[in-house]
């Protein structure tokens, strides 16, 4: 008698996982992009990445410089005004959705 692992949501190393979980949470999530200016190197890069990424909810940051734009992906519609605050208090101006 031979037993099969295929069907099992469990990993070798005893965590569970289901197929159905993941795009349940891809389907979830809210892509907003932001125009934002004075941004010119890496390190403003970073300093956005870094603040908006800690806002709650927020699960990726994308910099754009060359484009001035800012994506924001998110599990919920994010709170404008909290994210222009942030991007003000880094020392950049969100001027809108783009």
Do not use: F, W
Not at 46 to 60: N, R, S, Y
């Amino acid at each position: 008698m031979s037993t099969t692992a295929t069907s099992s949501c469990c990993s070798p190393s005893g965590t569970c996982s289901t197929a159905s979980a993941t795009p349940a949470q891809t389907a979830a999530a809210v892509t907003t992009t932001y125009a934002v200016s004075g941004m010119t190197c890496g390190h403003c890069k970073a300093t956005l990445t870094k603040v908006i990424g800690e806002l709650d909810g927020v699960t990726g940051v994308d910099v754009d410089l060359g484009t001035g734009l800012v994506t924001v992906t998110s599990t919920t519609e994010p709170n404008d005004t909290l994210v222009a605050e942030v991007v003000d208090e880094a020392g950049y101006e969100l001027t809108g959705r783009a």
